[in-house]
């Protein structure tokens, strides 16, 4: 019997309004160069009376002021008792149950944004994010599983060796949560709902959710004499997150194993490689990931956040949730693996070979796309089956050498994989890109059109305007075409610039640019020690893949996107086209051209579409450890002083046009809301880290 | 060890038969177990009010309203696309109405039923209505959809199919919804007025379009535009005739229109049929007094031509008078309708409850007609509505003074427009403010025919009723200043072209100073050259970049000068476009005449 609790608490405090992406995100535009952030009187500045927006939304006074005060505290419980019992040898029986209990308790305060236009004239914003308000939630999680399985486990005739398991688990998670939201509290300073001053009513909010899942395990491993390796287990698996008759699934998975370097005939071979195994496998997996009972329609209550029938309380209103498939039931994914491990010359050199297919099928995912009078999101369902196939290759090799009468000891490994989806299944007979799929795309592709540089002169813009209808894409093109405007192609050479009828077979003027996917990955790590010191390098990288900068990036696009952004790059006007830089890499600058709708940077093109391949030195390590024969004498066992820095530099196509976006956040972001603009303006940047260290052991 | 594998059975047994996977939902209902009472019906009906009624009347920009950074809409051109999605081919709203009359039957209280269906009626024509004035033809779906249902890809039907419906759910509400309890809650008279407003709708659009590509789909059979304007003068002649209205006024025409829209409690306004109530203790705020107040707020303000559209005191046109067009501020806005002074900032204004005369404040509009119309007291909530969102004057969303309007402008534009309907309608509008009476002799203003201030259509110049429709017109535009009509009263009257007027503001001789509301304190000080001059003046501002004036350093403000000319394409504008991923999911749906959406089909 035995017994493991564990109980943990913490704290995590931090000033703002939501997280710091959204102070980031809010705080980059509008704080143009021009505004100090204070007065000279030190008060804030905030409004101008000379500018309608706002100076840098006020994200500078948010955490200036010190009352934004946010505090996330979390208690978590955690007991398991097993019991295990073992009448004989060949046989156990195993029965554990675990109680856990988490709670979140968190606090956010947000205050007036007190601010100064004039000297002495005090301004305050008091709604969003500086309106006066608390938030208190308390989230309590009960879960509780419970374990029951036998084992049998036994040799036959000395080299069967033979086991079998069967079992099955229980599991629940209950969560419960509490909030409330009290208004224009008494003071800044201090954060309780005892100090609410005002008529307006606090907000109180519920909700409960409760999940379970039982299910069924067995597995059988045998082999023979350590040469033949065989595994079947299974599992049946059920969710309350199902209606019933769709609760359960079957989930089999078999491997088989041959260790080559173990046949007697393989003994010759050994001196040189000392391990030879030879693998296949399948498994399958069940994903239940939605939310409970999605399959049924819920009313849900609320109060409005603004709407009263009669001036004395909040409006409340019923709603219902949009409709889901009501046989929802388990997403399969099943891998076939086959490969090869090898280790030569004593594991010096080792090395593994695999290749995967991967089906997953009836993926759980917003169904096909419906016409808007649908009027509800499309139904959750089993929508798609899409394929995974790749591989993965790794070596390493490891040896230490005579240098100069000291050990040289070395490393180098490497590893290099690929994989590719293709959707196997999916709804959209008429391949429309109105829809999210169609069967045979690959994922991650990438349509848009093809340009052809800068036009030279404003004679050769009209020109062309006038041999290709682009009325498509003239959105806020004040002037019409110019010298420096994009040329875009007329691809299926019929006169315009269109979609086409917006399907894979007549896509109009795109094609497919690249693939949001990498081709590869891989990291290679080197290392030496030698005379104490030790090195060790770690370099990561990826092959071909696209990013289109998202029209809200800043970063990427500057005033491009929206003209107030608050940063811009500082070598960012040596690329704008004008006709004294006619090569540059941006077009003529036109306000919002990457940014609205239907302008024409907003259309994805070859020409700014980003290939955001790298390789990063992602660590480098040096070490040097003071020899022993010093250190013993001051009673230390051992002396190492080192430096370890992480993500110390890229390389990288896209350098050239952004240093300001690294490759791997070069993605299109949402906030919580699943809105993708503001949090693609800025976002936090990715960190370098150097670290100086030293270890000492008695 | 058979002891042990036989407990594991049962105990396994007994965990997947006791139906421990069972785990019903702990804070919501299923739709099964709700839509049974009254309050059921009333709680998911509520969505609809606050969904879909208007909470920004005064945001509206048209040629009468123009803001500093102007609407696509009203730039025209290559400011107006295609859109992937949105762009108000929303439906959501419709779904929750039609699954609300798909479980209703599930309520055993009959009346409850009866007025729910009644209410849930009136809000789809209310749906409706914003869809065709929006797009035209639509699809009619009252039903709620399946996700394999044929009719997610049906055609649009055309607006005659859907007014008609619409006609079909206004009727039944009028007869089923009861008598009026409150103004914050639909009632009888709520449905008359939505019925009166679309049907006047219709009625001009048909008349003032037929002929045209906007309406070539209308089938032969379709119903006459007589037909709906006679349906709109009768919707708002029984909600004239049922004694329960009537236009708010305390005996004061110099002060009852500008305080009726701001009143903190419309209970006692008997000319409110339907509104929103805004709560200062509840936080329902709304924006109007900061968008009138504050230089944040898009600096809204009206033009110089709807300015001068205002006629004298006396009944008079201003734009008769000699000189009319060079006329200063102080002289301009001298001895007009009493409306203009409680719609805008004129001579000696003061804010409600408020001491010191302002002037108006280019800063805060950008053409120098600063509206005050639903700008509150200077002491409303302790002076705190004076911000960003938080005013709490309750929001009209149909009044009597709109009622009367639709009677006479239906009556006119039929041609049965008598002395005896202008006295019931218009003319009580004019005495509210101590206007004289409008009569039938009146004759053509030329002002409201001439291309750059006035219409221009030519079934409107070629009617018999022209010089009455234009005094109507006129009135509806003051009366109505800044509730949100506009755009969609020159969509029906197929006056488009007139976004493309010019767009000003108030008059400057030159550089100098200005005292503009003469009330001895100067207001502007205009020059030109880099040496700013010192001046007492408020504003000093400099001729060609802090201020700009349509001829050089004189002329009338023109906020807009330098921007690429507005346009309004007849072949296109009146309707929005559909969305293009709505046409490539269903190919079915036919996208309006003139807008590029980059598919070929």
């Known amino acids: 019997m035995s017994n493991n609790t564990a109980f943990y608490s913490s704290t995590y405090d931090y000033a703002g309004v939501g997280n710091v992406e959204n102070a980031i995100a809010y705080a980059a535009n509008h704080g143009l160069a021009n505004f100090p952030l204070q007065n000279p009187d030190g008060s804030w500045i905030y409004s101008t009376p000379h500018l309608n927006y706002k100076v840098a939304n006020g994200r500078h006074i948010v955490y200036g002021n010190g009352y934004n005060t946010n505090l996330d505290r979390k208690t978590d419980f955690s007991n398991t008792t097993e019991l295990t019992i073992k009448p004989v040898k060949q046989f156990s029986l195993v029965g554990n149950f675990t109680y856990r209990f988490h709670q979140n308790r968190n606090t956010n305060r947000s205050t007036n944004m007190v601010y100064s236009d004039y000297p002495g004239v005090f301004g305050a914003y008091t709604t969003g994010a500086g309106d006066n308000n608390l938030y208190e939630t308390v989230q309590t999680m009960n879960y509780l599983a419970a374990n029951v399985f036998a084992t049998y486990e036994e040799s036959f005739a000395k080299d069967h060796n033979f086991k079998a398991m069967a079992g099955f688990n229980y599991e629940s998670y209950y969560r419960k949560a509490i909030d409330a939201t009290g208004y224009d509290l008494i003071t800044d300073e201090l954060s309780d709902f005892n100090l609410i001053t005002t008529t307006r009513q606090p907000v109180l909010g519920g909700g409960q959710t409760v999940y379970a899942l039982a299910g069924f395990f067995g597995r059988i491993n045998y082999d023979y004499k350590g040469r033949y390796l065989l595994e079947i287990s299974g599992r049946y698996d059920g969710t309350s997150r199902f209606a019933e008759g769709h609760r359960f699934g079957f989930f089999p998975s078999a491997s088989a194993g041959w260790r080559v370097s173990e046949e007697p005939w393989f003994a010759p071979a050994k001196d040189i490689v000392n391990n030879l195994k030879v693998r296949a496998s399948f498994g399958s997996l069940g994903n239940q990931k939605v939310t409970n009972n999605a399959w049924m329609r819920k009313i849900t209550f609320d109060n409005f956040a603004g709407y009263t029938f009669d001036g004395a309380a909040m409006g409340r209103y019923a709603s219902i949730s949009a409709p889901n498939a009501s046989d929802l039931t388990w997403e399969t994914s099943t891998q076939y693996n086959t490969g090869i491990d090898a280790g030569l010359f004593n594991d010096k050199l080792m090395f593994t070979v695999e290749g995967f297919i991967r089906d997953t099928k009836g993926m759980l995912q917003q169904g096909v796309a419906l016409p808007g009078v649908y009027g509800a999101n499309s139904p959750l369902m089993n929508s798609a089956d899409l394929r995974t196939s790749g591989y993965e290759i790794s070596f390493s090799w490891r040896d230490q050498i005579d240098l100069g009468g000291k050990p040289f000891g070395y490393s180098i490994s490497a590893n290099i994989s690929d994989n590719k989806t293709i959707i196997t299944k999916y709804d959209n007979p008429e391949r429309t890109f109105a829809k999210d799929y169609y069967e045979g795309m690959e994922l991650g592709e990438i349509w848009g059109f093809v340009t052809d540089g800068l036009f030279k002169t404003d004679a050769e813009a009209q020109a062309y305007a006038q041999e290709v209808d682009l009325s498509y894409i003239t959105k806020r093109l004040t002037g019409g075409w110019l010298a420096g405007d994009l040329k875009y192609v007329d691809l299926d050479g019929d006169g315009k610039l269109s979609l086409g009828s917006d399907t894979v077979d007549k896509p109009g003027d795109r094609k497919i640019l690249g693939n949001a996917n990498a081709t590869l990955q891989y990291g290679i790590t080197l290392g030496f020690d030698y005379m104490g010191f030790d090195v060790s390098t770690f370099f990561q990288g990826t092959g071909n893949h696209y990013w289109y900068p998202n029209d809200e990036s800043m970063a990427f696009w500057g005033p491009y996107s929206r003209p107030y952004c608050s940063f811009i790059a500082d070598d960012f006007l040596d690329n704008v086209w004008s006709e004294d830089n006619p090569d540059a890499y941006f077009p003529r600058p036109r306000a919002y051209s990457a940014f609205t709708s239907g302008a024409y940077l907003y259309n994805k093109n070859d020409r700014y579409l980003q290939n955001i391949r790298y390789l990063r030195f992602k660590n480098l390590t040096v070490g040097y450890t003071v020899p022993q024969v010093a250190t013993k004498k001051i009673g230390v066992e051992k002396i190492r002083v080192y430096f370890s820095g992480e993500n110390l530099y890229y390389w990288s196509p896209f350098k050239k046009h952004s240093k300001y976006i690294d490759p791997e956040a070069a993605f299109d972001r949402r906030d919580s809301g699943g809105s993708t603009t503001r949090y693609n303006n800025a976002f936090y940047p990715w960190q370098k880290t150097m670290m100086f260290g030293v270890d000492i052991t008695f | ?601």
């Not at chain 2, 607006?159 to 009727?171: G, P, S």
Request: aromatic letters at 12%; proline letters at 4%.
């Open chain 2, 1 to 601: 060890m058979k002891k042990y594998l036989i407990i594991i059975a049962a105990a396994a047994l007994a965990f997947v038969s006791c139906d421990l996977l069972d785990k019903a939902p702990l804070s919501e209902m299923s739709p099964e177990s709700y839509f049974k009472t009254e309050q059921d019906l009333q709680l998911f009906s509520n969505t609809f009010y606050n969904n879909l009624l208007p909470k920004s009347p005064y945001g509206y920009q048209s040629d009468h309203y123009v803001k500093q950074t102007m609407s696509d809409e009203l730039h025209g051109g290559t400011y107006r696309i295609v859109p992937n999605s949105g762009s108000g081919w929303s439906w959501g709203d419709l779904r929750k109405m039609n699954t609300l009359l798909a479980y209703i039957d599930n309520c055993n209280d009959e009346d409850a039923v009866k007025e729910y269906t009644a209410l849930t009626k009136f809000f789809r024509a209310y749906f409706y209505f914003e869809k065709v004035k929006r797009f035209g033809d639509v699809p009619w779906i009252d039903v709620e959809l399946g996700s394999a249902d044929e009719a997610l890809f049906n055609p649009r039907d055309n607006r005659e199919v859907v007014m008609q419906h619409m006609l079909e759910d206004i009727n039944y509400a009028i007869e089923n919804l009861p008598a009026p309890t409150s103004q914050f809650r639909v009632n009888k008279y709520t449905a008359l007025a939505l019925k009166a407003q679309f049907c006047l709708f219709e009625g001009t659009f048909r008349k003032y379009h037929a002929g045209e590509s906007t309406l070539t789909t209308l089938p032969a059979d379709a119903a006459d535009y007589t037909f709906y304007l006679e349906q709109a003068a009768d919707a708002a002649k029984q909600i004239m005739d049922s004694g329960k209205y009537s236009l708010y006024s305390t005996g004061k025409p110099n002060e009852d229109y500008r305080d009726m829209f701001v009143l903190e409690d419309c209970e006692g306004n008997k000319e409110y049929i339907f509104a929103i109530k805004f709560d200062y203790g509840l936080a329902i705020f709304h924006n109007g007094t900061a968008y009138g107040l504050l230089p944040s707020q898009g600096r809204i303000g009206a033009t110089r031509k709807f300015i001068d559209s205002y006629l004298m005191k006396d009944g008079s046109r201003f734009t008769a008078k000699p000189g009319y067009e060079s006329m200063q501020f102080a002289q301009q806005v001298a001895d007009r309708d009493p409306r203009l002074a409680q719609s805008f900032r004129t001579v000696g204004y003061k804010r409600i409850d408020g001491a010191d005369i302002l002037a108006a404040d280019l800063s805060s509009s950008c053409t120098g007609y600063q509206t005050i119309k639903w700008v509150m007291s200077a002491k409303a909530n302790g002076g705190d509505s004076d911000r960003v969102d938080r005013s709490t004057s309750d929001l009209p969303v149909y009044r009597l003074g709109e009622i009367l309007l639709i009677y006479a402008e239906a009556k006119a534009e039929l041609g049965t427009l008598n002395q005896d309907d202008l006295n019931n309608s218009i003319n009580l509008l004019r005495k509210r403010v101590g206007m004289p009476s409008l009569t039938m002799d009146v004759d053509a203003d030329p002002y409201m025919t001439n291309p750059a201030t006035g219409y221009t259509n030519s079934k409107l110049l070629a009617s018999p009723q022209l010089a009455l429709i234009l005094e109507i017109r006129r009135e509806r535009a003051v009366e109505m200043a800044q509730e949100g009509n506009r755009w969609y009263d020159l969509v029906r009257w197929r006056e488009g072209k007139c976004i493309e007027q010019p767009f000003q503001g108030l008059y400057f001789p030159g550089p100098g100073e200005y005292d503009i509301n003469e009330d001895g304190k100067l207001d502007y000080c205009l020059y030109e050259g880099d040496v700013k001059p010192s001046s007492k003046a408020t504003s000093i501002l400099k001729i060609g970049s802090e201020i700009l004036l349509s001829n050089g350093n004189n002329g009338y403000v023109e906020p807009h000068k330098g921007e690429a000319a507005r346009s309004f394409n007849e072949n296109r504008d009146y309707y929005y476009p559909i969305p293009s991923d709505e046409r490539s999911l269903n190919p079915n749906l036919t996208q309006n005449e003139g807008w590029d959406d980059g598919l070929d089909f």
